[in-house]
């Protein structure tokens, strides 16, 4: 029998006298720290006020928290509505059992963000390309969890990395299975260092940058989703469309719309860069930095 590169977690959660620990929260926990981490640094290497990012991160992960909820029920929603559900209805605000979608965190999170922005002041631009390599990485970190919750991994393989999945979580034994979780964070890792080095290297304003970050997040993710066999959209089979599933569907429809974007924006130049940061830095508060990071 093959030995499992990655083994199936002992436990995913603990607890601290009665309070669960969960490692799927924990994970995502430490992707959004992260990402506002990184995206309040470089917002301040790019001449902006401390604690901006910190401000607007809360209703952007509030906003975003709701978002990838409920994305998840309406495609999932025969798992807890219908004649065939398998989990009671009011499951569906039981978001530690995994199920929280990157598309809709980011579209209603993004919401958050520009009440956020609108309420300051601010380019919505100017915080999008700044935000976009910790999203990217905070992905990567937050994907762990899935790992803890045996989800989201792809159809049996022989590769010497494959991922042992318990029959609780409905693997077989001796059965090894494309890691999906680790394909998708290790891509997540190397777009944020992409990103950096990008606008390091060109000048990405008005959006652009953060367009790149969907154009290369979805690039990823048809090809990862197109690995996975968990089913999304129905109880005991995914739900697709001329073949493809749901999620790479909606991959292709926001490559597409990042790529309409990088078009729209390749003329605009800097006299009217709503990309620059519009609440300076006292000097004491700024740091030394380059201004496309």
């Known amino acids: ?20 620990i969960r490692a799927y929260a924990l994970c995502f926990i430490l992707g959004i720290g992260f990402g506002i981490w990184l995206s309040e640094r470089r917002w301040r290497d790019r001449g902006g006020e401390k604690g901006v990012i910190g401000d607007i991160a809360v209703p952007g992960v509030i906003f975003g928290l709701i978002g990838a909820r409920l994305y998840h029920v309406i495609t999932d929603w025969q798992t807890y509505f219908g004649p065939r559900a398998v989990k009671e209805p009011y499951r569906a605000l039981f978001i530690w059992e995994g199920g929280l979608s990157i598309w809709g965190a980011v579209a209603l999170g993004g919401v958050g963000v520009w009440l956020a922005c609108r309420r300051r002041g601010l380019p919505l631009g100017a915080v999008a390309d700044t935000v976009a390599p910790g999203i990217a990485f905070g ?29 609780a979580h409905g693997g077989e034994p001796g059965v090894l299975y494309h890691p999906t979780f680790l394909y998708e964070s290790l891509w ?10 990008a606008g390091r290297r060109f000048t990405l304003r008005h959006g652009r940058l953060f367009a790149l970050y969907v154009a290369g997040y979805t690039l ?74």
């Open 220 to 293: 990823g993710r048809f090809w990862i989703e197109g690995l996975r066999i968990d089913p999304v959209g129905g109880v005991d089979h995914a739900v697709t469309l001329l073949g493809l599933r749901i999620n790479q569907w909606t991959s292709i429809v926001l490559f597409i719309g990042a790529l309409v974007h990088l078009w729209v924006t390749r003329d605009k130049g800097e006299d009217e860069d709503t990309g620059r940061i519009v609440v300076p830095a006292s000097q004491d508060d700024a740091s030394p930095g380059e201004n496309g990071r």
């Open 139 to 167: 992905q990567a970190i937050a994907r762990w969890g899935n790992w803890f919750n045996q989800e989201l991994y792809g159809g049996p393989t022989t590769l010497p990395w494959g991922l042992e999945i318990d029959q």
């Open 1 to 20: 029998m093959s030995l499992a590169l990655i083994p199936s977690p002992s436990q995913e959660v603990w607890y601290l006298g009665f309070v669960p």
């Open 188 to 197: 997540d890792a190397a777009l944020g260092f992409g990103l950096i080095l």
